[in-house]
């Protein structure tokens, strides 16, 4: 039962939920957009420099902490050898 929750409703889940944000993210307030369009070449880049500024960190911590999670695997996972098995 944990492989088929593993192997297909994981990533199944993580599919719907990636595919279900495209459509999110995309929704724009218009005066905001006419705003951005209308702009001059400076101020394109100011906002390219922003948007590069506020997903940055985001994403640094994002990796960091799977790092972290990857590293420190094996002190909280129990280990096969002991002879202890876990059975739900």
């Known amino acids: 039962m944990r492989s088929l929750l593993r192997s297909i409703v ?7 939920l990636v595919l279900s944000a495209v ?3 995309s929704q724009g307030c218009a005066l905001c957009y ?4 209308s702009s001059g070449a400076r101020m394109i ?3 390219k420099s922003g948007i590069l500024i506020l997903i ?3 994403t640094l911590g994002s990796v960091g902490m799977i790092f972290v999670m990857y590293k420190k695997r094996d002190q909280v ?4 050898e002991d002879g202890d098995t876990f059975r739900d």
């Open 77 to 80: 996972r129990p280990s096969h």
């Open 56 to 58: 940055v960190p985001p």
């Open 23 to 25: 459509p999110a993210f």
């Open 45 to 47: 880049q100011a906002l």
């Open 10 to 16: 994981l990533p199944g889940a993580a599919l719907i």
């Open 34 to 37: 006419t705003q951005a369009a």
